[in-house]
Each structure stands twice: as structure tokens, then as C-alpha cells.
């Protein structure tokens, strides 16, 4: 979906007056869960990052910060928005998630600080080759979480009331065997993974995955590496305790 973005459409997809009530509450409790991330990890691996939307958080917590977006539009945006917050700790990168096992930046990171990829507001459902993207994300070796939509009807219309909202107007929903997969002839193509489909891609690379929902059509999957959400306050306070 790469395309929308670079020629400007997918700016609507981003515009608070485009988004439902459902679609709020998402990005409000998404926001949340990540700012616990963001206490936790000490470098946090934003995927599909846009223009770096937890960079901030992330510089004000004294964290590693990397960003990752396959629109270079959108990397060059987030480059002059925080010229001044950027070092060899924050960085913005062109790349797309099917090679970020390769990129150097995460690679240094991971043998020797406490790392997590994040990957928001189904920035997943938008990767072209998910099957390589699973398989590159698994060889990274470091905790993850995902955060995309639910495959009920209910989070389908919603999705389809928010892109129409959005400008894409002929959207079309369509069950398919992996995913429920939204499409429109401007370019709009977005998937929601259903789960035992997700669950069977990462095992073929021995990698267990849980699921938890949030919000009212949001879900995220992480890894067993990762702290399950549940505990992430009683972790937090043994921090301050600490």
C-alpha cells in the first residue's frame, strides 16, 4: 500500500475528522499499550512508522528509537520534523519489513540492549510479501507486537465506514482464506491476518505467537519473548519499586 502514501491519498488515512468512534478508541488504547512498551524496552523498533509517531515518546523516556517505513516520503517528512532529535540512538530508515533482519541498526541493537518491535495501526496488514516479512521479522530473534484489527464483521464494517470516510469510497471487503482483505481501485489494500493462519506462518519458523484484543475491533499478537499485557503494570511497578 506503499503507492497511496507516496501520492499522497493515504493522507486521509491519517486525518482525526476521517476517523469513527471505533477507530479513536483503537489509536487511544494502541497508545497506550505502546507507551508501556516504551517503559519497559530500551530500544523500540517502530515499523511502519510513518513520519517516526513514537519517536517523541521514546526521545522524552531516554530509549533507543528506530523507525521503519517503505514510504520514503514519509521518512523524509519525519527526517525534517525532528532534524534536532535525531543521533546514532534515533534514527529513521527507508527499508521495507521483508529485510529488516538485515539492517544494521537493529542488528547492533539486539546483543546489547533489551529491544522490541512495534508494529501499529496495522502497519503488518500493509507489508506486500507477508510470508517473507514473517519470516525475516522471526529471524530478528527479538520480542515483537503486533497491533491490527479483528476479523468480525462488526471490526469489518468499521473498517470500511473508516476508509470510505477516508476517500476510498468503492471499498470492497473479501473473506479470504488468510485474512479479511479490503481493496479499492484507487489502491487502498489492507489485511487483517486471521489467527491460526498468522499462528501456523510464525511456527513454521518455531516462533509461538499469543493474541489478545483491545479497544473495541483491536488485536495484537506478540511473541513468547514479549511480556503478555496483563502484566505489564505489575512489571511497571516493580520497576519504580526498583
Known amino acids: 500500500m506503499n503507492n497511496i502514501y507516496e501520492s499522497g491519498l493515504g493522507e486521509e488515512l491519517i486525518k482525526p475528522e476521517n476517523y469513527n468512534d471505533e477507530i479513536k478508541l483503537y489509536l487511544s488504547e494502541e497508545a497506550k499499550l505502546i507507551y508501556d512498551l516504551i517503559n519497559i524496552y530500551d530500544s523500540i523498533v517502530e515499523v511502519g512508522c510513518?513520519?517516526?509517531?513514537?519517536?517523541?515518546?521514546?526521545?522524552?523516556?531516554?530509549?533507543?528509537?528506530?523507525?521503519?517505513?517503505?514510504?520514503?516520503?514519509?521518512?523524509?517528512?519525519?527526517?525534517?520534523?525532528f532534524s534536532d532529535l535525531l543521533s546514532e540512538k534515533v534514527q529513521l530508515i527507508n527499508a521495507n519489513c521483508e529485510e529488516i533482519h538485515t539492517i544494521y541498526q537493529i542488528k547492533a541493537l539486539k546483543n546489547n540492549v533489551k529491544t522490541i518491535l512495534i508494529f501499529p495501526f496495522n502497519s503488518f496488514g500493509n507489508i506486500n510479501n507477508i510470508t517473507e516479512a514473517i519470516k525475516s521479522i522471526s529471524e530478528c530473534n527479538l520480542s515483537f507486537c503486533i497491533f491490527t484489527y479483528q476479523c468480525n464483521l462488526n471490526a469489518t464494517n468499521i473498517r470500511l465506514e473508516?476508509?470510505?470516510k477516508s476517500g476510498f469510497?468503492?471499498?470492497v471487503a473479501y473473506d479470504s482464506y488468510n485474512s479479511i482483505h479490503i481493496i479499492d481501485e484507487l489502491g487502498l489494500n489492507s489485511h487483517a491476518y486471521k489467527d491460526a493462519w498468522l499462528t501456523h506462518e510464525f511456527a513454521k519458523h518455531n516462533v509461538?505467537?499469543?493474541?489478545?484484543?483491545?479497544?473495541?475491533?483491536g488485536t495484537y499478537f506478540t511473541n513468547s519473548n514479549i511480556l503478555?499485557?496483563?502484566?505489564?503494570?505489575?512489571?511497571?511497578?516493580?520497576l519504580t519499586n526498583d
Do not use: P
Open 50 to 81: 510513518m513520519y517516526g509517531r513514537f519517536l517523541k515518546n521514546a526521545v522524552d523516556k531516554s530509549k533507543n528509537y528506530i523507525g521503519i517505513d517503505n514510504s520514503r516520503t514519509y521518512i523524509e517528512k519525519g527526517n525534517s520534523l
Open 228 to 238: 503478555i499485557m496483563d502484566d505489564l503494570i505489575t512489571q511497571l511497578q516493580s
Open 208 to 217: 509461538n505467537i499469543y493474541k489478545k484484543s483491545f479497544g473495541a475491533i
Open 169 to 171: 469510497k468503492n471499498a
Open 162 to 164: 473508516y476508509y470510505r
